[in-house]
């Protein structure tokens, strides 16, 4: 395993990644996913995107230990972001542990509702600093004529 010493190198290697997918090459991809998440470091901001990723192929490879693992990594990484919750569900399902897997399934809904609720709030405030903004607008119109 090569190591990446920079940002373009690690891009290509990302780059590189759909291909492979479309082979079903998951060993690879595994490998890949390696080199991306050491060089990237648990600092990123998208590192989690990474973990997602690799718990996914180790789905695709029936290691359904190493899915969990990473499954969980990516949840540490980014509590709110449900696709983590997902890959665990998934992983504890290849396990056979339903109730577990019910459980992040529970908890990946409840982020998808979250997320759902703050980007409205978000949408919501969002047009109501147009409307302050344009009334802000038009008095200074009233005001200069």
């Not at 050491?38 to 029936?62: G, P, Q, W």
């Not at 992040?104 to 982020?111: A, G, L, P, S």
């Not at 980007?119 to 119109?141: A, G, H, M, Q, V």
């Amino acid at each position: 395993m090569n190591k990446i010493v920079n940002d373009k190198e690690c891009q290509i290697l990302i780059d590189s990644t759909s291909e492979l997918f479309k082979l079903n090459e998951y060993a690879q991809l595994i490998e890949k996913y390696k080199q991306i998440i050491e060089y990237k470091s648990e600092k990123s901001d998208d590192i989690h995107l990474y973990f997602s990723n690799i718990s996914y192929m180790y789905y695709l490879t029936r290691d359904f230990e190493e899915a969990l693992a990473m499954g969980l990594k990516c949840i540490e990484c980014k509590e709110d972001w449900h696709k983590g919750y997902y890959r665990v569900a998934k992983a504890y399902e290849g396990l056979l542990n339903y109730e577990k897997a019910l459980e992040f399934y529970k908890n990946m809904i409840c982020k998808i509702e979250n997320s759902k609720i703050k980007n409205s709030k978000i949408k919501n405030n969002k047009i109501e600093n147009n409307k302050i903004e344009n009334n802000k607008i038009e008095n200074n119109k009233i005001e200069n004529n």
